[in-house]
């Protein structure tokens, strides 16, 4: 079955504690990103990947960090955690457009909840 | 990318149709319409687009007016399982794929 894994479902930790939230596809896709949700807010993008190797800040990515060194994981890092990064943070990819219009087609993990204390 | 204005929520009996209107006064002639739907803090799904001619699948259809600055989703056979939140996005097909989420329409389906 065609998915976006991403693991853990729900996470609380402290301040300053690292961590990493995996995102995991098995579509192929060259596409992937991160998007953290907040109420009122909406969802809002932080870190994209057109590739391997290839990765760019979003619009929120202060306190993040990404890798890509495999097509498949696109791994969200936060080195130093604080209580503003609190959220519901969801992965999505979306494969090497056939058609222009294809380009927004996205596919989404079911979420991670994360609580910073 | 265009703005877009959709009502806050809607209510719709199940097995009826459900009709989610959007404003998009200020689309361009590039943009797309894309509709993503949000189940309760599930991941967004996507379910139809469409540039100017009217679009249909298994999930829904998509109705653009001739001039193109409003859209509405059509479920034809709403069910309980149809209740979420609906995003109408306005996108052009090139650069960073950003999807940008407004608020959207909280829609729910009554027994």
């Known amino acids: 079955e065609a998915q976006v894994t991403q693991n853990p479902r729900y996470l609380i930790t402290v301040t300053g504690k690292k961590l990493t939230v995996t995102c995991s596809q098995n579509?192929?896709?060259?596409?992937m990103s991160w998007y953290r949700q907040d109420p009122g807010l909406g969802l809002r993008q932080i870190y994209y990947s057109m590739n391997v190797e290839v990765t760019d800040k979003g619009d929120v990515p202060e306190g993040y960090k990404v890798s890509r060194k495999e097509k498949r994981n696109f791994p969200l890092i936060l080195e130093s955690p604080s209580p503003n990064q609190t959220s519901l943070y969801f992965c999505?990819?979306?494969?090497?457009?056939?058609?222009?219009?294809?380009?927004?087609?996205?596919?989404f993990g079911a979420g991670t909840r994360l609580s910073v204390l | 990318d265009a703005k877009t204005t959709q009502p806050p929520s809607m209510d719709c009996a199940e097995g009826r149709a459900a009709n989610l209107p959007c404003n998009h006064s200020t689309i361009s002639g590039n943009e797309y319409v894309y509709w993503y739907r949000q189940i309760h803090s599930q991941g967004p799904q996507y379910i139809i687009h469409?540039?100017?001619n009217n679009e249909t699948n298994e999930m829904a259809s998509l109705i653009i007016t001739e001039d193109r600055k409003s859209s509405t989703l059509i479920l034809p056979h709403a069910t309980l399982r149809d209740t979420a939140v609906y995003y109408c996005?306005?996108?052009?097909?090139?650069?960073?794929?950003?999807?940008?989420f407004g608020q959207g329409t909280r829609l729910t389906i009554n027994p």
């Open positions: 469409g540039l100017k």
């Open positions: 579509m192929n896709h060259e596409y």
């Open positions: 996005i306005v996108r052009v097909t090139q650069g960073a794929q950003k999807l940008v």
């Open positions: 999505a990819s979306s494969n090497r457009p056939t058609t222009l219009s294809s380009l927004n087609i996205q596919y």
